[in-house]
């Protein structure tokens, strides 16, 4: 399994450790606002634990815990996962981050990473991205991602805004950036 690092964090696949840090962030509703809508329970984190490593043996990728190099802590989560959960779909990003640490770069931080990911290591052709469309935050990261806007679709029963960009965009975005260092 996979551990991605940026300058602040470090991504781990889903672990048994990782149950307190996670739960605590996800029993928050205000982080599950725009995502279920309700708190998690504990069992329902455990189960997703199970469920994602399940995901990272046959798949290869899944979810990461976001852990803040300085502190050890959960942080954060992120994925990339099937859209919808159907390998018949194209790769979805995805994250959240605890309310201590929002407004901190930490979802953009570990969202850039796991892009660069999918389109280096998995080579994708195209990422999505869906949310709710109260979610302005989310809606920041994507467009900072580079990210379009493709329209409202359904997804996880509901009628979400959803952004893509390809592996082309995405590599353009980097040597803009790249370039833009340099000068």
Same mark, same amino acid.
């Given at each position: ?11 781990? &696949? ?13 029993? %928050? ?6 995502? /279920? ?9 455990? @189960? ?5 490593? @399940?995901?990272?043996?046959?798949? =290869? ?22 859209? =919808? =959960?159907?390998?018949?779909? &194209? !790769?979805?990003?995805? +994250?959240?981050?605890?309310? %201590?640490? +929002? ?7 570990? *969202? ?5 990911? *999918?389109?280096? /290591? !998995? ?5 999505? @991205? ?9 809606? *920041? ?16 029963? @509901?009628? %979400? !805004? ?11 975005? *980097? ?5 833009? !260092?340099?000068?």
């Amino acid at each position: 399994m996979t551990v991605l690092i940026t300058a602040r964090l470090r991504l781990e &696949p889903f672990e048994d450790h990782h149950l307190d840090g996670l739960n605590a962030m996800n029993a %928050d509703p205000e982080v599950m606002r725009y995502l /279920t809508g309700r708190p998690e329970t504990r069992e329902e984190t455990l @189960a997703a634990i199970e469920r994602v490593k @399940a995901r990272w043996a046959e798949w =290869g990728f899944s979810w990461w815990s976001f852990i803040a190099k300085e502190s050890d802590e959960i942080v954060g989560a992120g994925c990339i996962q099937y859209l =919808g =959960g159907n390998p018949a779909n &194209p !790769l979805e990003i995805g +994250w959240r981050v605890r309310r %201590d640490k +929002w407004r901190q770069g930490l979802a953009f931080d570990g *969202a850039e990473r796991m892009a660069t990911f *999918a389109f280096e /290591t !998995l080579q994708a052709n195209l990422l999505c @991205a869906v949310c709710h469309p109260g979610n302005i935050a989310s809606i *920041a990261v994507m467009k900072k991602l580079g990210m379009r806007f493709r329209g409202v679709e359904e997804w996880y029963s @509901a009628n %979400d !805004l959803t952004f893509e960009i390809t592996r082309n965009e995405w590599r353009m975005r *980097a040597g803009s950036s790249a370039r833009l !260092l340099s000068d």
